[in-house]
């Protein structure tokens, strides 16, 4: 429904401190209603960053390991020095 003036009545915005029809009391509830809309909202984008966040962190930590396994199965090293060992024993 719209008023006269071509705006919706329930769209309209309304600065508390200056409608003259409401009481201390209305003004206070209604800047504590904003107040947690504005936390609600806040928390929402904080939830979704840091889940965003979690991921990375996992993904890094998951690739650390992973390159680790590999790194260490791609190592010979120790099959080297049991070949220098048999070769030291054969030669004894």
């Known amino acids: 429904p719209r008023e006269a003036g071509g705006e919706a009545?329930?769209?309209?915005r309304i600065d508390p401190a200056r409608e003259p029809g409401l009481s201390p009391e209305q003004r206070r509830f209604m800047a504590?209603?904003?107040?947690?809309q504005r936390?609600?909202?806040?928390?929402?984008?904080?939830?979704?960053?840091?889940v965003l966040l979690a991921l990375g962190i996992g993904a890094v930590t998951a690739?650390?390991?992973?390159?680790?396994?590999?790194s260490v199965s791609q190592e010979?090293?120790?099959d080297e020095l049991e070949l220098e060992a048999e070769a030291a024993r054969a030669r004894a």
Request: charge should be positive; hydrophobic fraction near 40%.
């Open 9 to 12: 009545a329930v769209a309209q």
């Open 63 to 70: 690739g650390i390991y992973g390159y680790t396994f590999y």
């Open 76 to 78: 010979r090293f120790l």
């Open 39 to 50: 936390q609600r909202a806040l928390q929402k984008r904080l939830r979704g960053r840091n």
């Open 32 to 36: 504590q209603v904003e107040l947690a």
